[in-house]
């Protein structure tokens, strides 16, 4: 018996309740619904059988959804559309290494050292002196003496003697500082190197790439559910 999808879904309007179709698509199952009866109208199905044409449409979906599920999801990648090279490189990087450096350096220092010293010497010298003076006469035929004047004369004084100078004391000269050796320096890197490239790069012309992405824009993911349908469940005579 001829029949289409019109018919058919006229005759059990719960054909359909077992398609399987992406989630990401339920709210537009009506509408692919409508578009497949359009598709379909006037060309006759394989299975004219209500109950069975809806088991196997139910069973056929269920195969086909994550096809078409994944199909779905590359119409919603974000990219820049005359890009032809956006990625990342990343590098894990562990460095280690060991840097030496030698060090050999003389010094020479020179300094003149000069110290003066001034000073005062001062000698004072106190002295006191008294002479005393008898006048004695001897009477005659007498030896002893018999005082008859005495002068008694004190005498005292400083004296000072002072000297003034200075005492210099030089020295020149250098010194000299040799150092030597080898200084041992340890580094590590460690940590990710992100290296990001993006734009053109010039392979492909811009242009080129416009035009393929206006292919990109016109696949339906419905219209390629209802091809799928038309070419498993139409017979393809007219």
């Not at 959804?65 to 032809?84: F, G, H, K, R, S």
């Not at 020479?108 to 006191?128: F, K, M, N, Q, V």
């Not at 008294?130 to 004190?154: L, M, Q």
């Amino acid at each position: 018996m001829w029949m289409d999808m019109i018919a058919l879904y006229k005759f059990d309007n719960t054909i359909f309740d077992g398609f399987h179709i992406p989630e990401a698509l339920q709210d537009m199952k009506d509408v692919l619904i409508d578009n497949l009866l359009m598709e379909t109208a006037e060309r006759e199905i394989i299975y004219p059988d209500a109950p069975f044409m809806k088991m196997a449409i139910e069973r056929w979906s269920k195969k086909e959804v994550d096809v078409w599920t994944a199909l779905y999801e590359t119409t919603q990648y974000e990219y820049n559309p005359i890009w032809n090279v956006d990625g990342k490189v990343v590098e894990d990087r562990d460095l280690k290494g060991t840097d030496y450096r030698t060090d050999d350096h003389d010094t020479t220092r020179t300094h003149t050292d000069t110290i003066t010293r001034t000073h005062t010497d001062t000698i004072t010298t106190t002295h006191g002196l008294t002479v005393t003076t008898d006048d004695s006469t001897y009477g005659y035929n007498s030896s002893t003496p018999a005082p008859v004047d005495k002068e008694v004369a004190a005498q005292s004084g400083t004296s000072s003697d002072a000297h003034t100078g200075n005492i210099t004391d030089a020295h020149t000269g250098s010194i000299s500082d040799k150092d030597s050796g080898t200084v041992k320096h340890d580094t590590s890197d460690s940590g990710k190197v992100t290296t990001t490239r993006t734009g053109n790069i010039g392979v492909t012309s811009t242009q080129s790439l416009i035009q393929e992405q206006r292919e990109v824009v016109k696949l339906n993911v419905l219209d390629v559910i209802i091809e799928d349908f038309i070419s498993r469940f139409i017979l393809k005579v007219y």
